[in-house]
T-cell receptor, first 114, second 110 residues
Framework: SAVISQKPSRDICQRGTSLTIQCQVD?????MFWYRQQPGQSLTLIAT?????????ESGFVIDKFPISRPNLTFSTLTVSNMSPEDSSIYLC???????????FGPGTRLTVT | GQNIDQPTEMTATEGAIVQINCTYQ??????LFWYQQHAGEAPTFLSY????GLEEKGRFSSFLSRSKGYSYLLLKELQMKDSASYLC???????????FGSGTKLNVKP
């Protein structure tokens, strides 16, 4: 398995501001993902964080709104830009272990935008 | 595209057996996964199937039929702590991504 930490665990932000969420893994992994989970809903994939190249975004998500960095194989950041109340959600990073395809999740960042 | 369906909610009694079904339509199938998520917590990995058949892990078993686009998660000897949401996810091998169903909320009653 993998141990994943996220910072911050929660935050309350004002509309129009930006928040950067950090994800740290205790081992080198190839695949890292960012998800959003709104209250009572399932997980929606935002993007795949690629090391050394631009992230791959899912339909409905764009780089200007959710810029992602992946400087190495153990770390990634997701920024939620120009926030509005609709961005209030839990944001989770996850990693996929090579050879097993098992995916493990960080504890999540609970974001509230007022 | 991906289409993953599972029941919204189920109720079962402590000590009983419950089966949670998942049907999917997807391209590039490369495995079906089950996750458990307690309220306010991150999902935790339970099991996965790549080939047809039954995989057993203690009180939890998962079954897959690729030709039918169908899987189920079987929970035996239910305990109160099994009350949680259970998420079915499909791995798309073409794009190395996971797509999640909407989740089944399981309520275990005494």
């Amino acid at each position: 398995s993998a141990v994943i930490s996220q910072k911050p665990s929660r935050d309350i932000c004002q509309r129009g501001t930006s928040l950067t969420i950090q994800c740290q893994v205790d081992s080198q992994v190839t695949m890292m993902f960012w998800y959003r989970q709104q209250p009572g809903q399932s997980l929606t994939l935002i993007a795949t964080a690629n090391q050394g190249s631009e992230a791959t975004y899912e339909s409905g998500f764009v780089i200007d709104k959710f810029p992602i960095s992946r400087p190495n194989l153990t770390f990634s950041t997701l920024t939620v830009s120009n926030m509005s109340p609709e961005d209030s959600s839990i944001y989770l990073c996850s990693v996929e272990l090579a050879d097993t395809y098992e995916q493990y999740f960080g504890p999540g960042t609970r974001l509230t935008v007022t | 595209g991906q289409n993953i369906d599972q029941p919204t909610e189920m109720t079962a009694t402590e000590g009983a057996i419950v089966q949670i079904n998942c049907t999917y339509q997807t391209s590039g199938f490369n495995g079906l996964f089950w996750y458990q998520q307690h309220a306010g917590e991150a999902p935790t990995f339970l099991s996965y199937n790549v080939l047809d058949g039954l995989e057993e892990k203690g009180r939890f078993s998962s079954f897959l039929s690729r030709s039918k686009g169908y899987s189920y998660l079987l929970l035996k000897e239910l305990q109160m702590k099994d009350s949680a949401s259970y998420l079915c996810a499909v791995r798309d091998g073409d794009f190395n991504k996971f797509y999640f169903g909407s989740g089944t909320k399981l309520n275990v009653k005494p």
